[in-house]
């Protein structure tokens, strides 16, 4: 008689059981990433009515300035090479200069350095006296090719600044050394170049006494103009009825 097969029994495992977590666990919160905000800039008056030249052979590069002037609501002009440039600032009037190194016709360097050497010999701004010169020497007249035309419209000497592609810190001292004020390496960071702008507009309004209270009377012009709309779009939101019995009260 054959023997029936033997069933193998095999243990069932235990269940399993959660560790045990507290209840009021607090949970965490994520942390908002910020972003680096743009200065506020002209729209509170922060920018002062500056003239800025910008000296740039690149068409993209220049659009790009031109669009990030034009949203500071400064007046500016252009230029796309060195004599080019050197002859709108002989012009007057201008607080910055944008001045890209490579150039044609004259580059960025000569342009400065020649730029630094008329102003110097017209005696603008801090070039209009030596510590190293006596008290009472006389200055010798500019030549003819170097006069400006009208002194006044040079309060002190132009900020300028460099912009080139290269990061070399060799570049940068030649630029400085030429009579560059800063330097700034392409692609240009707008953030950080909104914000030197406010602080050379603001040190050459203050120079410049009459652009300062043009300024104040701007700032204080748009600071009216803002209470007056948010005072209009109150009366605005005013109820129809509240309205109608202050008409019938008038």
């Not at 680096?36 to 922060?46: A, D, F, K, Q």
């Not at 110097?120 to 200055?139: H, L, M, R, Y």
Request: glycine residues 4%.
């Amino acid at each position: 008689m054959p023997t029936p097969p033997v069933q193998e029994r095999t243990a069932t495992p235990p269940p399993r059981v959660s560790s045990p977590r507290p209840v009021n666990r607090p949970k965490k919160i994520k942390k908002a990433i910020e972003h680096p905000s743009l200065p506020p800039g002209m729209l509170n008056g922060g920018v002062p009515p500056i003239n800025v030249l910008i000296v740039e052979d690149n068409i993209i590069n220049l659009k790009l300035l031109e669009a990030f002037v034009k949203r500071l609501k400064v007046r500016w002009q252009t230029a796309m090479n060195g004599r080019e440039a050197v002859n709108k600032w002989r012009a007057g009037g201008f607080h910055l200069v944008l001045m890209d190194i490579q150039l044609p016709v004259m580059s960025g360097l000569e342009a400065t350095r020649e730029i630094r050497r008329i102003e110097k010999v017209n005696s603008i701004g801090v070039f209009s006296s030596s510590a190293s010169s006596p008290p009472d020497e006389v200055k010798a007249e500019p030549a003819e090719e170097d006069k400006l035309v009208n002194t006044e419209m040079f309060k002190s000497p132009v900020i300028i600044v460099a912009l080139t592609a290269s990061s070399l810190q060799s570049d940068r001292h030649e630029a400085l050394a030429a009579g560059c004020n800063d330097f700034l390496t392409k692609p240009v960071n707008f953030v950080w170049l909104e914000r030197k702008v406010m602080e050379w507009g603001c040190m050459q309004a203050l120079i410049d006494f009459d652009g300062w209270r043009k300024w104040k009377d701007f700032s204080q012009k748009a600071e009216e103009d803002d209470s007056k709309k948010a005072a209009a779009a109150k009366g605005s939101k005013m109820p129809k009825k509240n309205r109608l019995s202050m008409a019938a009260a008038a």
